[in-house]
């Protein structure tokens, strides 16, 4: 009878090894890119944030120097001034200004728009460059506000005020706004104006006449000449024309009355009577405010 000995240990099985699942490194590989981006992001973020911050101070610099240039009004065709106004603008920031623009409006004291709003357009600046802004107001002499520079002056003590405002778009996504104000002084070419209109004489023959006196300052850069139309009226009536020349240099005084006006019989401009006055010239051809008659 033979004795077995206990049986040899067999090797151990080694299973097959199997790699990571492929959802698993997809996963791994979405936190290595959501690291990245995010990285990016804040990078980005910091880029724009200094950028924007670079071209602020620089352009916040600039107006405060009042290098927003705003000369004297000229004088358009006669019947307007014009108000061209420029700016050179520096980005210093590491992103482009993709659009730069300018909306200016001009107003008396009192809040009274003149004219209509300027705008200098959309403007690109490339990173570590400039660009040049450029708008134009005009104001044409029409309206009751407007023609209110034709004889009212704004000195420096009372000026007109030029709102300004910059909106800007740093790489096609990020706004800068930023607001300025700008003081403009003026001189009324018929500063002071008056049309002051006789006591109504009768004569024998049954008509009736005035005679009106035109007082008035050039406080203009430029010189006032040329026929004066004057209307009298009276409850939106006609009640009478003349004509007469007037001409004053810059800081000289007009003074004249016109010869007789003859009435219209039965309209007295004396009752709820306006003067109405225009004049015609290669320098200015504008109609001036009606002035209520006492």
């Not at 004249?256 to 290669?282: F, M, N, R």
Request: aromatic share 8%; glycine share 10%; hydrophobic share 35%.
């Amino acid at each position: 009878m033979s004795v077995r000995g206990p049986p040899s240990p067999r090797p151990p099985v080694r299973l097959p090894r199997r790699g990571k699942p492929p959802l698993y490194r997809l996963a791994g590989w979405l936190k290595v890119l959501a690291t990245l981006v995010t990285v990016g992001l804040v990078l980005y973020s910091f880029l724009v944030g200094y950028s924007m911050l670079q071209f602020g101070e620089g352009l916040n610099g600039q107006l405060s120097k009042s290098k927003f240039h705003y000369p004297v009004p000229q004088l358009v065709r006669g019947d307007r001034i014009s108000l061209q106004a420029w700016l050179t603008v520096s980005n210093q920031g590491f992103l482009p200004i993709s659009s730069l623009r300018v909306d200016s409006r001009l107003s008396v004291p009192t809040g009274g728009l003149l004219g209509s709003p300027a705008t200098t357009g959309d403007v690109p600046i490339p990173a570590g460059g400039s660009g040049n802004l450029s708008s134009t107001l005009t104001v044409p002499f029409q309206g009751p506000t407007d023609q209110l520079l034709l004889v009212n002056d704004y000195p420096s003590s009372d000026p007109l005020l030029v709102e300004n405002w910059v909106n800007s778009t740093f790489a096609s996504f990020f706004t800068l706004h930023i607001y300025f104000p700008a003081n403009l002084t003026w001189g009324a070419p018929f500063y002071g104006l008056t049309e002051s209109v006789s006591p109504t004489t009768t004569l024998g023959n049954g008509t009736a006449q005035v005679e009106v006196t035109v007082t008035f300052a050039d406080h203009a850069q430029f010189p006032i000449g040329g026929p004066l139309t004057i209307e009298l009226t009276s409850q939106g009536r006609t009640c009478g024309t003349t004509y007469m020349l007037v001409g004053a240099q810059p800081t000289q005084t007009f003074t004249g009355t016109t010869g007789p006006v003859y009435l219209a019989p039965g309209c007295d401009p004396h009752t709820q009577g306006q003067v109405v006055s225009s004049i015609t010239s290669p320098v200015l051809s504008v109609s001036l405010p009606n002035e209520a008659i006492p």
